[in-house]
Nanobody
Framework: QVQLVESGGGLVQAGGSLRLSCAAS????????MGWFRQAPGKEREFVAA????????YYGDIVKGRFTISRDNAKNTVYLQMNSLKPEDTAVYSC??????????????????WGQGTQVTVSS
């Protein structure tokens, strides 16, 4: 069992930066792939980034490539999402997730078993 708690969301101006954190409880954190997804009002959930437990290998959605960076600290049971050059269209609830999806499906939310409650990110223009 893994419990996830996100933090670091808030209000930022376009062009600014935020760093989200996702703290996990559970002894198997280091064996899970961790993902970040986001959902804006009236829109479907979309993949932001993922990081595997070994390597680690990182994956990004096309919408954030070159602007966001995912990382993890297994000693602290925490995964981070550094978000730079934020745009108003990045406004959404950001949620972290843990699971063991196939590498070809790290961007699919169905592959994740555990989810946090989400943190709001609002980017003003």
């Amino acid at each position: 069992q893994v419990q996830l708690v996100e933090s670091g969301g808030g209000l930022v101006q376009a062009g600014g930066s935020l760093r989200l954190s996702c703290a996990a409880s559970g002894r198997s954190f280091s064996s899970y792939t961790m993902g970040w997804f986001r959902q804006a009002p009236g829109k479907e959930r979309e993949f932001v980034a993922a990081i595997t437990w070994s390597g680690p290998r990182t994956y990004y959605g096309d919408i954030v490539k070159g602007r966001f960076t995912i990382s993890r600290d297994n000693a602290k049971n925490t995964v981070y999402l550094q978000m730079n050059s934020l745009k108003p269209e990045d406004t959404a609830v950001y949620s972290c997730a843990a699971g063991r999806p196939a590498l070809s499906r790290v961007g699919v939310d169905l592959g994740y078993d555990y989810w946090g409650q989400g943190t709001q990110v609002t980017v003003s223009s």
